[in-house]
């Protein structure tokens, strides 16, 4: 990886994302996915980014992830520019069942990324006890994730990402694909971890309860090509109950100024 | 979406009667078949068709009449049967390891893919069989020649059923494995290849039956031992009885490894089964 700080890491964030555009393409056949993204991301946050389906949220994702480059602009993490996945960032995708590998147990599925990572194999199995004792599945080690429910595949895709102890977590539309009891669930469950753990949570939807619900912030992507519409601090208490906070004026505002904004793509309320 | 648990003893209990039940009924049907064959043949003149237990009797003493120190093979299953068993097995093993790697990269890079797709479809047209005397000419008549022509006859069938399943692994399933920096060769080790294995043992098992008749093809021609030259030679000395034990030792060891491999895949496939159950 290169090493190429253009501006000093002068402030808290963790990651920056500077003027990323990304074109699919050349020529007559060129779609432009993501337009002019600028945010930042600070340690210790919980961001969501919600826009509409076919927005680019995934592609904004990946950039982010560095498993694709944009067609202009740079992502800093740590003040570092991502040329590559960079250390310290776990992702958890929505397809589970294919994230997950089938041909291995449960427990070789948390454990499988930490090979790379110096470890000595006691550290690695209680890290892999750990973690998947905290996404509640402390008695499923030997099982295979086709064994499971969709919610619990997710869990143990969540205990792989906290098993290699990322600083930043990326999550792709995590839950949905899972009914709305195991979604309330899993989004209780990672505002808990993300507490314990203290990591930097990037949790793209397309949910907008979801996403003001989760969150410290919402950004607000316009529909393709993506760019930033809103950024939204959200000023909900902690602990965030999926009654009570979803019955919150200041919720129930949020929800339908996000709302607004991405029908409008962002004529209307611009910020 | 409903948990799949796992399933209960149960109808683990009732699969094992349906199995039996299956089992018994195969059984059923070839004693009945084998007993119709002999009941007939015994009953006729015909001379091109002996009984099958005369066959399997003389199987017995061709094959199995040696000293207990060579755990009872006779010198014809030495110098006959296990030099064919043995082309066999390693031009299956050739074949099948050089059609995994090349299947491999062609499913991996799509330059690769398309540089080779031409190249592969021609030679696999070629009737393999109508390269033996290429073979003969080129490398000469002994057991390497053979091997190699058996590995030329079976690679193809690994190979693009490898290419096939490695170019069909799911995106995120790549994903995965690069957004964990997972290093490269263990990405191929524990994703591609796992992901590729249903496939790849799709085409393991047609070249292992391949393998068998390219190495009986390969014994007919320039040949002085094997299951294939002594085919042929008692065919053209009239020794009907002797034609047909080696037909039946052909079907036999086919059979065997067969199972053999149904066994291996089996084990490897174990997670793939039963996902689909």
Same mark, same amino acid.
Not at chain 1, 237 to 242: E, I, N
């Given at each position: 990886?290169?090493?190429?700080?253009?501006?000093?890491?002068?402030?808290?964030?963790?990651?920056?994302?500077? /003027? $990323?555009?990304?074109?699919?393409?050349?020529?007559?056949?060129?779609?432009?996915?993501?337009?002019?993204?600028?945010?930042? $991301?600070?340690?210790?946050?919980?961001?969501?980014?919600?826009?509409?389906?076919?927005?680019?949220?995934?592609?904004?994702?990946?950039?982010?992830?560095?498993?694709?480059?944009?067609?202009?602009?740079?992502?800093?993490?740590?003040?570092?520019?991502?040329?590559?996945?960079?250390?310290?960032?776990?992702?958890?995708?929505?397809?589970?069942?294919?994230?997950?590998?089938?041909?291995?147990?449960?427990?070789?599925?948390?454990?499988?990324?930490?090979a790379g990572?110096?470890?000595?194999?006691?550290?690695?199995?209680?890290?892999?006890?750990?973690?998947?004792?905290?996404?509640?599945?402390?008695?499923?080690?030997?099982?295979?994730?086709?064994?499971?429910?969709?919610?619990?595949?997710?869990? $143990?895709?969540?205990?792989?990402?906290?098993?290699?102890?990322?600083? @930043?977590?990326?999550?792709?539309?995590?839950?949905?694909?899972?009914?709305?009891?195991?979604?309330?669930?899993?989004?209780?469950? @990672?505002?808990?971890?993300?507490?314990?753990?203290?990591?930097?949570?990037?949790?793209?939807?397309?949910?907008?309860?979801?996403?003001?619900?989760?969150?410290?912030?919402?950004?607000?992507?316009?529909?393709?090509?993506?760019?930033?519409?809103?950024?939204?601090?959200?000023?909900?208490?902690?602990?965030?109950?999926?009654?009570?906070?979803?019955?919150?004026?200041?919720?129930?505002? @949020?929800?339908?100024?996000? /709302?607004?904004?991405?029908?409008?793509?962002? /004529?209307?309320?611009?910020? | 979406?409903?948990?799949?648990?796992?399933?209960?003893?149960?109808?683990?209990?009732?699969?094992?009667?349906?199995?039996?039940?299956?089992?018994?009924?195969?059984?059923?049907?070839?004693?009945?078949?084998?007993?119709?064959?002999?009941?007939?043949?015994?009953?006729?003149?015909?001379?091109?068709?002996?009984?099958?237990?005369?066959?399997?009797?003389?199987?017995?003493?061709?094959?199995?009449?040696?000293?207990?120190?060579?755990?009872?093979?006779?010198?014809?299953?030495?110098?006959?049967?296990?030099?064919?068993?043995?082309?066999?097995?390693?031009?299956?093993?050739?074949?099948?390891?050089?059609?995994?790697?090349?299947?491999t990269?062609?499913?991996l890079?799509?330059?690769?893919?398309?540089?080779?797709?031409?190249?592969?479809?021609?030679?696999?047209?070629?009737?393999?069989?109508?390269?033996?005397?290429?073979?003969?000419?080129?490398?000469?008549?002994?057991?390497?020649?053979?091997?190699?022509?058996?590995?030329?006859?079976?690679?193809?069938?690994?190979?693009?059923?490898?290419?096939?399943?490695?170019?069909?692994?799911?995106?995120?399933?790549?994903?995965?494995g690069?957004?964990?920096?997972v290093a490269w060769w263990r990405q191929l080790i524990r994703i591609v290849l796992?992901?590729?294995?249903?496939?790849?043992?799709?085409?393991?098992?047609?070249?292992?039956?391949?393998?068998?008749?390219?190495?009986?093809?390969?014994?007919?021609?320039?040949?002085?031992?094997?299951?294939?030259?002594?085919?042929?030679?008692?065919?053209?000395?009239?020794?009907?009885?002797?034609?047909?034990?080696?037909?039946?030792?052909?079907?036999?060891?086919?059979?065997?490894?067969?199972?053999?491999?149904?066994?291996?895949?089996?084990?490897?496939?174990?997670?793939?089964?039963?996902?689909?159950?």
């Amino acid at each position: 990886m290169t090493n190429v700080p253009t501006r000093a890491p002068a402030d808290t964030a963790l990651l920056r994302v500077d /003027a $990323v555009s990304h074109v699919y393409g050349a020529d007559a056949r060129a779609h432009r996915a993501v337009s002019d993204l600028d945010f930042t $991301v600070g340690s210790g946050e919980f961001v969501s980014l919600v826009g509409p389906s076919g927005a680019g949220k995934t592609t904004v994702l990946r950039i982010l992830s560095g498993l694709l480059r944009p067609s202009s602009g740079a992502v800093y993490m740590q003040g570092q520019r991502v040329t590559g996945v960079p250390d310290g960032m776990a992702m958890v995708f929505q397809d589970y069942s294919r994230s997950l590998l089938p041909w291995l147990t449960v427990e070789k599925n948390v454990a499988f990324p930490l090979a790379g990572k110096k470890l000595s194999s006691k550290e690695r199995t209680s890290l892999v006890s750990e973690s998947l004792s905290a996404v509640g599945l402390g008695s499923a080690h030997q099982r295979f994730p086709w064994q499971l429910s969709g919610g619990m595949q997710q869990r $143990v895709a969540i205990a792989r990402a906290l098993a290699y102890q990322p600083k @930043l977590l990326l999550m792709d539309e995590p839950f949905a694909s899972l009914d709305a009891q195991s979604r309330s669930e899993l989004e209780d469950l @990672l505002l808990r971890l993300r507490d314990q753990y203290d990591i930097t949570i990037v949790f793209v939807t397309h949910d907008i309860d979801e996403s003001v619900y989760l969150a410290d912030r919402v950004l607000v992507l316009s529909k393709s090509p993506a760019h930033l519409v809103a950024d939204l601090p959200v000023p909900l208490p902690k602990p965030r109950d999926q009654i009570s906070t979803k019955e919150a004026p200041e919720f129930v505002r @949020l929800r339908g100024q996000v /709302a607004r904004l991405i029908r409008s793509g962002g /004529a209307e309320e611009s910020v | 979406m409903t948990a799949p648990l796992l399933r209960s003893p149960l109808a683990r209990g009732k699969d094992v009667v349906r199995l039996a039940g299956r089992a018994l009924l195969t059984v059923a049907l070839l004693a009945f078949l084998l007993i119709a064959w002999q009941v007939v043949t015994t009953r006729t003149t015909y001379p091109f068709f002996p009984p099958p237990w005369t066959v399997l009797q003389n199987m017995g003493t061709l094959l199995f009449s040696g000293p207990p120190s060579h755990l009872w093979l006779s010198d014809t299953a030495r110098s006959d049967a296990l030099p064919t068993l043995t082309r066999m097995v390693l031009g299956f093993l050739l074949g099948s390891t050089v059609g995994v790697v090349l299947g491999t990269v062609v499913g991996l890079f799509r330059t690769a893919s398309e540089l080779s797709t031409p190249v592969i479809e021609f030679l696999r047209s070629v009737p393999a069989a109508a390269t033996l005397p290429l073979f003969i000419i080129v490398l000469g008549a002994g057991s390497d020649m053979r091997v190699l022509f058996i590995a030329f006859g079976v690679v193809w069938f690994v190979l693009i059923n490898t290419a096939n399943g490695v170019s069909s692994i799911h995106e995120t399933q790549l994903m995965m494995g690069r957004s964990f920096r997972v290093a490269w060769w263990r990405q191929l080790i524990r994703i591609v290849l796992p992901a590729a294995s249903p496939q790849m043992f799709a085409g393991l098992r047609v070249a292992l039956s391949s393998s068998l008749i390219f190495a009986v093809v390969s014994e007919f021609q320039l040949a002085s031992n094997g299951a294939g030259y002594q085919l042929v030679n008692a065919q053209a000395r009239f020794q009907i009885l002797d034609m047909w034990t080696w037909i039946f030792f052909l079907a036999f060891v086919g059979l065997i490894l067969n199972l053999l491999l149904a066994l291996v895949e089996r084990w490897a496939l174990s997670w793939h089964r039963a996902q689909r159950v």
